[in-house]
């Protein structure tokens, strides 16, 4: 999703305080790197696409009634369907993976595998977006990318374990080129001017999908709210109004006051985050293998996310939102 907010620096005389942007950067730092967690837990007892059909409903329409009551212009029907279209790549295609997959895989080799989103964005934009030929250096850096894929693949959690942790991994790594495909594909659909708004149309319209995707999967048979575990419950509330809402406006905020660039770190952040709660809330595996994979795909977004040559690629708002 591009946005073409005008940044102000925080050390431009603006007045804008450095606590309020210091919370905001911690605010998509550990509590996006903490929905991985989290949707883990949700999905303990309750039904996937269930799960995700109500938290999207529920924060886009909460999203969507807020920007309305301060005179946000309702979306247009093309500007529905443009939010339709790229929110199902997004929502349903990258976030819907992550769900499911997050059955069999730990939560923060998820967020790992997740992080090769810029590599994905830069060359599927090479190929159908803007034709540019990727820079010497994102070439080094996709080889270097794919090269701890690699190193992963045989950690335990994705692919020891078995067919079903390798096949949920891979789930997560087509959901991550379904989300490189939607963020690109968006910037050239008609949308609303608000990139708020945009998010709050995707949401409906992803949630609503997921929402066709559970009751056609069958997995609502012989489910009863009763069965779902407090632990569930508060996941869910914290994805709805952290990880959705909060996130978010964070997120959209310090775009207006900070340089995009710096914004982007959240990319290399979220995973080292996800990885060490995993780790410490959930006993999931953190082994000198996916410790040296972690190392080696981060590195490589850190190479990507701050090429210059790359910049106007790879926008800081292409984020596999969890």
Not at 14 to 20: F, M
């Amino acid at each position: 999703m591009a946005h073409s907010t005008q940044t102000r620096s925080v050390d431009d005389g603006s007045g804008v305080r450095l606590t309020a942007v210091i919370l905001a950067f911690a605010a998509i730092y550990v509590i996006w790197g903490s929905t991985y967690l989290a949707i883990r837990f949700a999905i303990e007892t309750m039904p996937p696409f269930g799960m995700a059909a109500v938290r999207f409903l529920v924060a886009g329409a909460l999203m969507h009634a807020w920007l309305r009551t301060r005179g946000g212009l309702a979306p247009t029907l093309v500007q529905w369907r443009s939010g339709a279209i790229s929110g199902t790549l997004l929502l349903v295609g990258g976030n819907g993976a992550v769900v499911v997959a997050e059955q069999w895989v730990p939560s923060g080799l998820v967020a790992l595998i997740v992080a090769t989103v810029p590599m994905w964005m830069v060359l599927l934009d090479a190929r159908f977006g803007s034709g540019d030929r990727p820079s010497r250096r994102a070439v080094i850096a996709l080889m270097l990318g794919f090269l701890g894929v690699g190193v992963l693949a045989g950690s335990p959690g994705v692919g020891a374990g078995g067919r079903t942790e390798f096949l949920g991994a891979s789930l997560v790594l087509v959901g991550s080129i379904c989300w490189a495909i939607g963020s690109i594909v968006s910037r050239y659909l008609e949308n609303p001017p608000r990139p708020a708004m945009l998010v709050s149309t995707q949401m409906l319209s992803g949630g609503a999908i997921f929402t066709l995707l559970s009751l056609a999967s069958g997995e609502l048979a012989g489910f009863s709210l009763l069965d779902v575990s407090p632990r569930s419950w508060w996941a869910l509330l914290y994805l709805i109004i952290a990880g959705a809402i909060v996130g978010y406006a964070a997120y959209v905020w310090l775009l207006t006051v900070a340089l995009p660039s710096r914004v982007a770190t959240y990319a290399y952040v979220n995973p080292v985050v996800a990885l060490f709660l995993g780790w410490a809330l959930a006993d999931e595996p953190l082994t000198p293998r996916s410790m040296l994979a972690a190392a080696i795909i981060l590195a490589s977004v850190v190479v990507i996310t701050t090429d210059p040559v790359q910049d106007l690629r790879v926008k800081p708002s292409d984020r596999a939102d969890s």
